[in-house]
């Protein structure tokens, strides 16, 4: 098969010990620097980026490739160990991976990220390999009024993730999709709910509204009972996966890759979706659902491997059309334009040598990760052994340095205060804190593609339903909602019965 | 960061995120007068991202008199101190030079029925509305300006023109491969690959004369189509208020020693940028009339 030779080549004239090292001196410093919350892999990447310069094109390819996905993975630590998700991709990570943490299940949580963001990013990058062209060209038909019904599908899946009271989970979500509304109106440049503070027109920024609710809430909620409380020690848990955790991983792994893959390869498809998609996904499909909220490994393993399929998969529109769709992507494109790389439709025939030393560069940086942060779970892990005042010291000082590296700007430490305290209200009235994030992420996505589906048609509703694909998402979500009312009714059971019961099982703990 | 009077480092302001417009333009300047070691002391660059620039420019303003700041500014600052509702002008800092200008061009997907600006601005005047036309900035910026003051030109009135705004190059490209929009405006650095595969199609420049890129010689600018108009995308340098005459000279010179260079010519070819230098009081004079210019087509729109 040609395209495999290729590759084989490409392999072939990376895999040399020299190129190894820049590899591994690649991952080790975005891993690094993904650890700092705040600083996801865009910003690790413009930081790092200069020091590939000056290296011949194949080394500076593969430490950029190691770079780039130590900076993806990097931000999975934070989220598991002190739940500050560094960029709005690792958010669900953070839900499930940091109440395994708590349980001493950190190195699993650890693990299973690390394992599923490699699954992810192979067959990812094997997929753009073998596909890019192909997938493209059919990527960009799909506009904005499908990305309107696949946001609305999973509003309506939100309900899933409620909790026992659906009034709180609405009150969560609705709590979310206000702070989502923050900033500038996208078509007629009206400031909305900013209170005349210029430093809100931009809107909100979903990482600080994320460390804020998770580490900031948490602390302030750790602290208000501390003296009360028995300190509750995390527990020593083994340091590696068991066999449980592999067979209740790797579906995960495979159906996250399934789902944030072409989400990836759309072009403003993003990384936000797809993760919470998978989140929900495994919440519905998992035999033992009630653990979700309390650590489920389903939980981190699916959002995590879709991040990385997604990372992947954005490779598609970047090689194949020369489309930047995300803030990653824009550095990834101006970076290889430095090394002579012009992407476009003929990129492929073009310069084979230039893009398939760089699949493999891919491929090699994706294995290295692995290689290096595995054994390194465990003691990462240790980190939670720290007394409890110390560790929450630490994580506020985490949380803050991540807030200000957002932007630079002190506002948003003070901003990361206020969702602080908005944590730790919702968690004084038992308001679920995931239906409130979600609102946060899909409400701005959700909007920006009804407006723009809207604009095109100059403000007739048929805008929204002029694709195909949109249409049978619709009846998806018709279906979707009628069917277990249709079935309750048959089976003669009261829908409402149904809900309480299957509420029961969630508790409250999705808020703690 | 401390700077003290007698060092001699320099604080670049950037006010967009890394990879934008004006990062490119302010970053090629900082490295090559870092090379040729212009100014004899260190550069620090730092983005600050927000609001249009505003919130950069705010920032700036309020270091009155700090020797040691340079900011990157352009005509999509213009348009969001208004947009912004910021009642600073970019007058009331220290201009220094003006360094490029960018035409923007108008694009359509390479299978699109208008082969010419004519065709286009045909079916367009008959119906302002039926046409979805696209950029990559909110309203206020260089990309939502052009189709305005494009439409003004040719008769439409701008509250007609049915304006989609996109977040950037990126999604503008892909809505228009996807044929999602009528056309899009923007300037064309971005775009070469596709307008080289063919795959979009630029119907006019907005330049005085006709872009030297080999992929856009055969496109006509809008003067040549008998449509009256120049509109330029254009990125400069300023200094914050009140600081002294004989500093903002010296910081004038180094942007000429820099602006002399063979390397900032190469630049200017690399980005497809129009050498377009002006200090001092054209400078200025440049600054005003932009203002008047931006305002007017804002309040036209009704969005002041």
């Given at each position: 098969m040609d395209t495999l030779n290729l590759l084989f080549d490409g392999l072939g004239s990376a895999f040399t010990p020299e190129n190894l090292m820049y590899a591994a001196i690649g991952v080790l410093i975005g891993t690094f620097v993904g650890v700092l919350p705040g600083i996801g892999p865009a910003m690790a990447l413009a930081l790092l980026l200069p020091i590939t310069y000056g290296l011949e094109v194949t080394q500076s390819l593969i430490m950029f490739a190691g770079i780039y996905y130590g900076g993806m993975y990097g931000g999975s630590t934070t989220s598991i160990l002190l739940n500050t998700p560094g960029e709005s991709a690792s958010v669900m990570t953070a839900i499930e991976g940091n109440k395994m943490a708590k349980k001493g299940r950190a190195a699993q949580a650890l693990a299973t990220a690390a394992i599923g963001s490699f699954v992810a990013g192979t067959i990812g990058t094997l997929l753009v390999a073998f596909f890019a062209p192909t997938i493209a060209k059919q990527a960009v038909k799909i506009g904005a009024p499908s990305f309107f019904a696949i946001m609305l599908l999973s509003l309506v899946l939100v309900s899933a993730v409620l909790g026992s009271s659906r009034l709180r989970g609405f009150i969560g979500l609705f709590v979310g999709l206000t702070i989502g509304l923050v900033g500038l109106d996208l078509s007629t440049g009206q400031a909305r709910l900013t209170g005349g503070i210029t430093q809100l027109v931009d809107g909100v920024d979903i990482v600080v509204v994320a460390v804020g609710l998770f580490a900031i809430g948490e602390s302030l909620w750790i602290a208000a009972h501390l003296r009360r409380n028995p300190v509750e020690v995390v527990p020593v848990g083994r340091p590696f996966m068991g066999r449980e955790d592999w067979a209740r991983s790797w579906k995960p792994w495979l159906r996250g890759t399934a789902i944030g893959f072409p989400f990836g390869a759309l072009p403003a498809g993003g990384a936000e979706t797809p993760t919470f998609l998978s989140y929900i996904a495994e919440k519905k499909l998992a035999k033992n659902g009630d653990e979700f909220g309390h650590g489920a490994i389903e939980g981190v393993a699916g959002p995590e491997a879709a991040n990385n399929a997604s990372a992947a998969g954005m490779f598609v529109p970047l090689l194949a059309l020369g489309i930047p769709v995300t803030a990653t992507a824009s550095i990834l494109l101006a970076a290889m334009t430095t090394y002579g790389i012009v992407p476009g439709p003929t990129l492929m025939t073009d310069q084979p040598d230039l893009v398939w030393t760089l699949l493999a560069s891919l491929l090699i940086g994706n294995t290295l990760l692995l290689v290096i942060n595995l054994p390194l779970a465990p003691l990462w892990a240790k980190l939670l052994q720290i007394p409890r005042p110390q560790l929450y010291a630490g994580i506020l000082f985490f949380a803050s340095l991540g807030a200000y590296a957002v932007d630079q700007n002190p506002f948003d430490i003070a901003l990361l205060l206020v969702f602080g305290a908005v944590g730790f209200a919702v968690r004084r009235f038992g308001i679920p804190i995931l239906p409130l994030i979600l609102g946060v992420i899909i409400g701005p996505l959700m909007e920006v593609k009804m407006r723009e589906a809207l604009d095109i048609s100059n403000g007739d509703i048929s805008g929204l339903f002029n694709e195909g694909l949109a249409i049978g998402i619709y009846v998806i979500i018709v279906l979707a909602v009628v069917v277990p009312i249709v079935i309750d009714r048959v089976r003669g059971d009261a829908p409402l019965a149904a809900d309480a019961q299957d509420g029961t099982n969630d508790k409250e703990e999705v808020s703690r | 960061m401390t700077r003290g009077d007698d060092s001699r480092d320099i604080l670049m302001i950037i006010?967009?995120?890394?990879?934008?417009g004006y990062d490119q333009t302010g970053r090629e300047a900082v490295k090559i007068m870092e090379d040729g070691d212009v100014t004899g002391g260190d550069f620090t660059v730092d983005n600050i991202e927000g609001a249009g620039g505003t919130n950069a420019f705010t920032e700036m303003v309020g270091d009155?008199?700090?020797?040691?700041t340079m900011i990157t500014v352009g005509l999509g600052v213009v348009g969001s101190l208004y947009s912004f509702g910021n009642e600073r002008r970019l007058t009331d800092a220290t201009p220094l030079a003006q360094l490029i200008s960018e035409p923007e061009g108008v694009l359509v997907p390479g299978?699109?029925?208008?082969?010419t600006i004519d065709d286009f601005v045909e079916v367009w005047s008959a119906n302002p509305g039926d046409l979805a036309v696209g950029g990559g900035s909110s309203p206020g910026g260089p990309d939502h300006l052009f189709p305005m003051q494009l439409a003004d030109t040719v008769g439409?009135?701008?509250?007609d023109v049915n304006y989609v705004s996109y977040d950037g190059g990126g999604p503008l490209t892909s809505a228009l491969l996807g044929s999602k929009i009528d056309a899009g405006f923007s300037g064309l650095a971005e775009f070469t690959q596709q307008i080289e595969d063919g795959e979009l199609r630029v119907l006019a420049v907005s330049g005085e004369e006709r872009q030297p890129q080999p992929a856009l010689t055969d496109v006509p600018t809008l003067t040549e189509s008998d449509i009256d108009l120049v509109f330029l995308n254009w990125r400069g340098v300023l200094a914050p208020p009140d600081i002294s005459d004989d500093r903002r000279d010296e910081l004038i010179a180094y942007l000429q020693e820099m602006h002399d260079t063979d390397a900032w010519a190469a630049a200017l070819e690399q980005y497809g940028w129009t050498d377009d230098f002006k200090t001092g009081e054209d400078f200025v004079e440049f600054l005003e009339e932009q203002d008047e210019r931006v305002s007017g087509t804002l309040e036209d729109l009704g969005l002041l």
């Open positions: - | 006010p967009n995120a890394a990879g934008g009155a008199g700090d020797e040691h299978d699109s029925p208008y082969k439409i009135d701008p509250n």
